[in-house]
């Protein structure tokens, strides 16, 4: 759930409780206590769905799962309505890179399905998604997750202070481009507290050095998609479900994170 919209920023805009550098919120010691217990069951939930996940289940099962546990910790599902969003979590199978609707489609022994949960709790919001073999997969499938989430780790790294929003996609971008992979352009990670989708875009490509200024206090969603193929990419009719344009297979990891004094804290760790 990535796509920052007008209506997004205005209502960024209109959160005067919060402190601003440039447009992005900086959360008070406070508000960090409280994304991280959002984060918390974000990496819950995602800990229970890859638990979860085998051959013959359905994506809306997931969703189900995902649900009850959100709900189980008091907090809401995030997504559940965003922009008619119609579901709690996005399900995304093989060519499907992002926000895929969960159905009665029934995964096979061999898929990689892609989960992205957002919760919301006491005000603030986790978002964060995994990619997960269903049974065995390919080698090639395994090597396409195991890039794009370690791509994460180094976009992560490259989150602390002083640094630029062009260093955490150059760090991404250069990883997974080393290995032959098509880097996604026209979807982009965000800023995250109060709302889903804040200032600054966060994409995963860009210059060092270049884009906003990091600063302590502020928590920033960082989600890289690699294709196998090229990096386009397609909406089918459903108005929702972004495909690879060339049908080949998308991984997609993301955290949500806070910059701190002392680097990138991840808020939404899983296991
Ligand atoms: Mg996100």
Not at 11 to 39: C, D, F, H, V, W
Not at 174 to 192: D, L, S, T
Not at 234 to 243: C, G, N
């Amino acid at each position: 759930m990535n796509r920052l919209s007008r209506r997004d920023k205005i209502e960024t805009a209109s959160n005067s409780a919060s402190l601003y550098s440039g447009g992005i919120t900086i959360k008070s010691p406070q508000e960090l206590m409280a994304m991280r217990r959002a984060g918390a069951v974000v990496g819950e939930v995602l800990t229970l769905l890859k638990r979860s996940v085998e051959p013959g289940m359905t994506t809306k099962e997931l969703d189900t799962i995902a649900y009850k546990e959100i709900i189980r910790h008091g907090a809401k599902p995030t997504f559940k309505g965003y922009r008619g969003f119609p579901a709690s979590i996005c399900a995304s199978i093989n060519e499907e890179i992002v926000h895929g609707i969960p159905s009665k489609r029934v995964l096979k022994e061999g898929d990689i399905i892609k989960v992205d949960v957002g919760a919301t709790l006491d005000g603030f919001i986790g978002d964060a998604a995994v990619s997960m073999a269903v049974g065995q997969t390919s080698p090639e499938a395994t090597a396409l997750m195991d890039a794009t989430r370690l791509s994460l780790e180094e976009g992560i790294k490259a989150a602390r202070p002083g640094n630029r929003v062009g260093d955490i996609g150059a760090a991404v971008q250069q990883f997974g481009e080393a290995r032959g992979y098509g880097v996604v352009r026209e979807f982009v990670g965000h800023g995250v507290g109060r709302f889903l989708h804040e200032d600054p875009q966060v994409p995963n490509y860009g210059q060092p050095g270049l884009g906003p200024l990091l600063r302590p206090g502020m928590c920033i969603a960082i989600e890289p998609m690699f294709n196998m193929g090229d990096w386009r990419t397609r909406i089918l009719d459903d108005q929702w479900t972004v495909v690879t344009a060339d049908g080949q297979l998308s991984a997609h990891f993301e955290h949500s994170i806070a910059i701190t004094e002392d680097g990138p804290e991840i808020l939404t760790g899983h296991t």
